[in-house]
């Protein structure tokens, strides 16, 4: 299979492309990638063999990452970047929203993958289009709540109050564990690290057990915050199976 690639902006948004040369029929896939990350890491990481599975990959740089790299993210603040993330999962949900709409809305539908951060935004753009057919995170969490401000000491939170309070509020108007009627058109894979000390596996776990009408499929690897190669062979298993 000979890849495809192509960089471009859709209203100031820019996007990475990975498709199979010739092949205009396969149904879009954005993929983003987790915080301090790029699209160029994680569609060098998943692309190929998304495209392999009949994917037509777009990966974005999510709000003040990548092309658009910004303050706090930029100088890599994780205090700040903390308080501060769950701004670039809605922002940059929206920003995939309006790529979708300017270059592939004639397709019938999209899926999304995102890793950790990019994750969240996958499941927020879920809640946001009933458009999205397939939704797969890997090492992420759909309780944004009890995931948030990971790494951040009681004293750290306290110190900054009035940031806290703010991100909370953000939390809660956009969480999927608040809301998981939201989810129930899409078919869902996560895979999550055994031994992940960023985002704790068990809120994924927790979350689906909850909500078993949900169509998800929850997959545990013996790995930490990090994508193995199992994980990434069930991940492109699915994708196929349920194509």
């Known amino acids: 299979m000979k890849l495809e690639i192509q960089r471009y902006h859709v209203e100031g948004i820019p996007v990475l492309e990975y498709a199979a040369a010739g092949e205009s029929s396969h149904r879009p896939l954005f993929l983003q990638h987790g915080i301090f990350g790029s699209k160029d890491r994680v569609a060098r990481l998943l692309g190929p063999s998304l495209v392999a599975a009949r994917r037509r990959v777009l990966a974005v740089d999510a709000r003040r990452h990548g092309e658009r790299s910004a303050s706090p993210f930029a100088e890599r603040d994780k205090v700040h970047a903390e308080l501060e993330l769950f701004d670039v999962v809605e922002d940059t949900a929206r920003d995939i929203l309006t790529i979708h709409r300017a270059c592939c809305h ?47 000491t009681q004293e750290t939170l306290a110190s900054h109050r009035k940031a806290v309070s ?15 009627d939201a989810l129930s058109h899409t078919k869902i894979f996560a895979a999550v690290g055994e031994h992940d000390e960023i985002i704790d596996p ?30 990434q062979d069930a991940l492109v298993g699915w994708l196929e199976n349920e194509d």
């Open 106 to 152: 004639e397709a019938g539908g999209f899926d999304v993958v995102g890793v950790s951060m990019g994750g969240y935004i996958a499941y927020r753009v879920a809640m946001l289009s009933r458009e999205v057919k397939l939704l797969a995170t890997l090492i992420s969490s759909p309780d944004f709540k009890a995931s948030a401000f990971q790494g951040l």
């Open 166 to 180: 703010r991100a909370e509020a953000r939390i809660s108007a956009i969480n999927p564990a608040s809301y998981p």
């Open 202 to 231: 068990g809120h994924t776990r927790a979350f689906f057990a909850a909500n078993p009408s949900l169509d998800a499929t929850v997959e545990t690897f013996a790995s930490g915050h990090q994508i193995v190669p199992a994980m």
